[in-house]
């Protein structure tokens, strides 16, 4: 539960994580773009609660230090599910890292299937908020036991949101908060795990083409998404179809 920035490549004069490049699993298990690198910026405790003051924190860091670091996209899979206005202190200050160039992708939430009830920053116009496609599935969470749980647009602005959906039901990834079993790999479900996904799609499309601007990465997106027959509101443009995308 952070913001993640991410790289295409590695800046060589940085110490950091590749991420998903299978190092734990022997190369069994991979993340979508295996060779991004990867800086992480810590904006929630070890309960995974926050303050404002923390995100804003975040943002303040990687405008400070994006270009430095050869920053391009940010991946944001947190939300604050307290109704908040397009002119809200979150949402402008995400929206000037997407003023600077910068790729932001961010979750929907997981506040069920009522419309109106996409996470901030996630109702920001300008950045990507990211659905899950596969959210009828029950899943189970720290002993809570829901389904349809993607968070629906539109905004309280009308404006149509998500713009895209990914899975995220039962996703294995990296086990940050490791149990007295101290697995490496994890299995965790929400708008968190889809994020990720559009994230790194992201990365290797800045990878094949390095030129493209933020807006450009956007229309791709868009262009590529496969149809799922769900209603806009659900899943946007559709499901990210990374083969599609790279075309």
Known sequence: MKITAITPLPP???????????????GHIQGIAPQAFIVSV???DAHGKGRLSAMLEGIRWLKENGKRLGIQIVNISV?????????????????????????????????????????SPGISRKIITVGSCDDKEMIDEGGRFYHNYSGRGPT???????????????????????????RPYTVKSGTSMSTPMV??????????????????????????????????????WGQLDISHLLE
């Open 199 to 236: 994230s790194g799609a992201a990365a290797l499309l800045l990878e094949r083409y390095p030129k493209m601007t933020n807006t450009n990465v956007k229309l791709k997106l868009w262009k590529s998404a496969k149809n799922l027959g769900l209603p806009r509101s659900h899943q946007g």
């Open 79 to 119: 939300g604050s599910v307290k109704k908040q206005k397009e002119n809200s202190q979150l949402v402008k200050a995400v929206e000037s890292l997407w003023d600077s160039g910068l790729v932001i992708c961010s979750a929907a939430g997981n506040e069920g299937m009522q419309q109106h009830n996409i996470t």
């Open 12 to 26: 060589s004069h940085v110490a950091g994580i590749i991420a998903g490049d299978g190092t734990l699993s022997g």
């Open 156 to 182: 309280i602005a009308c404006i149509c949101k998500p713009e895209i959906v990914a899975p995220g039901t039962n996703i294995v990834a990296t086990n940050a908060m490791k149990g007295e079993d101290d």
């Open 42 to 44: 810590r904006v929630l």
